[in-house]
């Protein structure tokens, strides 16, 4: 007879390659036709004269991904969690915590050496200059609301607040992205490249926070 824990470690194993897998594929798609000047960097530079359209709009929504704007955003959240956490008397309540804010340092220890290894140069709207791929404004904004809303979620009572918030972490990112484009600051695929690689470290983090809170582990406050 099938055992049960068997089965559901199973299709979360499956999820897991999905999660990872996926996201990390189109990243290396993505990163071998800029490197290879593909028939998708064309199609991204057509692309963007259609889009980009500068304007005080799409600078106020790219600043969203600015490191003054998101990073206060994730500390006022993570200090929200840890007191959470601590005051449940939750064993290890520091360790979701500390893993969310090494995974936005891992941001510019990824991004930066990516930029200077691709070289790619920016979009007519920008002065001569290269280092646009990927784009770490992106990776920023993805990383310091998704991680947010991943810790958030849980300690939330309704399935409405959990929606809002989620919707509300998705419509940052998605705004951001935008104006990032719109303003000429980066290539399409540029944001495309930092969503996927984002997904790979956000789904990496929801992995181990799974971990670390089921049963046996650290356990945070439930709704």
């Known amino acids: ?21 996926l996201p990390a594929l189109l990243f290396a798609l993505i990163t071998w036709q800029v490197v290879a000047d593909g028939p998708l960097v064309r199609l991204d530079e057509r692309l963007s004269r259609v889009l980009v359209n500068p304007d005080r709009c799409s600078e106020l929504l790219a600043d969203l991904g600015n490191i003054q704007v998101a990073v206060p955003v ?19 309540w ?3 915590v500390a893993a969310a804010a090494l995974l936005l340092a891992l941001i510019p220890a990824l991004v930066v050496p990516l930029k200077a290894l ?5 979009t007519p709207a920008e002065p001569p200059g290269t280092g646009y791929y ?5 990776a920023t904004a993805a990383v310091a609301y998704g991680t947010a809303t991943l810790l958030l979620v849980p300690l939330l009572r309704t399935a409405l607040a959990r929606r809002a918030l989620t919707t509300l972490c998705v419509a940052l990112v998605l ?12 290539w399409p695929l540029d944001v495309v490249a930092s969503w996927c690689l984002c997904a790979v470290l956000l789904s990496s983090l929801w992995l181990f926070v799974k971990t670390v809170t089921k049963p046996g582990g650290s356990q945070p406050p439930g709704p």
């Open 118 to 122: 691709m070289a790619r140069p920016g």
């Open 1 to 21: 007879m099938p055992n049960p824990a068997n089965q559901e470690r199973s299709a979360l194993a499956g999820s897991v390659a999905l999660l990872l897998a």
């Open 175 to 186: 705004g951001a992205s935008y104006g990032l484009v719109r303003r000429g600051y980066h």
């Open 94 to 96: 520091w360790l979701p």
């Open 74 to 92: 994730l500390a006022v959240a993570l200090g929200y969690v840890a007191v959470r956490h601590r005051r449940a008397g939750a064993d290890r």
């Open 134 to 138: 990927p784009s770490g404004h992106t």
